[in-house]
């Protein structure tokens, strides 16, 4: 038994720094998840912008084979551009600026083969979460978070998956963004497992963080993996390849009912450019078995 518990860690160790073939899961119980703000749409980017990068964005996805990722700063058309792509995934989210196409989304992929897809919602941060658009406290833009209420086809365990972008000024907004985070995920998931994505535009060392962590009780999945993180430390990158990438602002947390067998941050990239100004972050978590 131990040695079969080595040798898996030393797969996922071997699939996740990019030696060799990334391969597919295979066990039951485990799933793959992946954050990634994949920088919106914007002219401005040139040889950076989202039409020379869709297919590698697309690509790296494939290749490390999540069953679940959260994509932050999406526009519609980056959306459409994925489901183009990625045409095994199902898709829920909903652009901030009117609940509808309009800004930017927190949208949630799901692997069609392994989940179904049961409930879906999205709620904004501000003293009127159900508002479409509204803006919160003293942050610059409209700010939304979305969630699916998912049933694993492999187990028949059913979770939540809950995917965000906190605001990148509102200090404020950031803090008070937390303490509403918490009380949508057990007003809405309740005592169901829950993973949470995003870009939460916070360091591990601030408040926005410490709210989320001591109110949710959902655990940083880079701390509690079974294996030494992969990667760098940070994941706001900037698109040119980086010696040191230090700030952590993206992240994937888990409940209890997960245990995560490794975390990573990926740096793949072409001619010298990431494909994103953040990197995506990839998790290989277990479904407890308290939870079958």
């Known amino acids: 038994m131990l040695l079969k518990y080595i040798c898996t860690l030393f797969i996922l160790f071997y699939s996740f720094t990019g030696i060799g073939q990334v391969l597919p899961n295979t066990d039951a119980k485990v799933f793959r998840v992946m954050s990634y703000n994949i920088r919106f749409l914007n002219k401005e980017d040139k040889i950076n912008n989202w039409n020379f990068r869709r297919d590698n964005v697309a690509g790296l996805i494939m290749s490390y084979h999540p069953d679940l990722f ?3 700063e999406a526009k519609s058309k980056q959306i459409k551009d994925l489901e183009t792509r990625l045409p095994e995934f199902g898709w829920y989210g909903v652009g901030r600026n009117n609940g ?17 897809l ?39 365990v059913v979770f939540y998956h809950f995917n965000t972008h906190y605001d990148h000024r509102g200090k404020v907004a950031r803090e008070k963004s937390s303490e509403l985070l918490a009380q949508k995920i057990k007003e809405i998931a309740g005592n169901s497992a829950v993973v949470l994505t995003g870009d939460f535009n916070s360091l591990p060392s601030s408040k926005p963080y410490e709210i989320l962590v001591a109110n949710t009780g959902l655990f ?47 740096t793949d990239h072409k001619e010298g450019r990431y494909f994103s100004d953040h990197l995506p972050l ?3 978590i277990e479904i407890n078995n308290e939870v079958l």
């Open 118 to 156: 049961l409930d879906t919602g999205s709620f904004w941060f501000s003293r009127k979460p159900s508002r479409a658009g509204s803006k919160g406290w003293d942050a610059a833009l409209p700010r939304v978070a979305s969630w699916c209420k998912l049933k694993d086809k492999n187990t028949g």
């Open 220 to 266: 940083d999945a880079q701390l509690v993996s079974k294996t030494p993180h992969q990667g760098p430390a940070g994941s706001i990158s900037g698109f040119f390849v980086r010696e040191q990438i230090t700030r952590k602002i993206d992240y994937i947390f888990v409940s209890k009912f997960f245990k995560v067998l490794q975390h990573a941050i990926l």
């Open 282 to 284: 990839l998790a290989e």
């Open 100 to 116: 509808k196409k309009r800004g930017e989304f927190s949208a949630i992929f799901y692997r069609k083969s392994r989940f179904d």
């Open 70 to 72: 959260g994509v932050q």
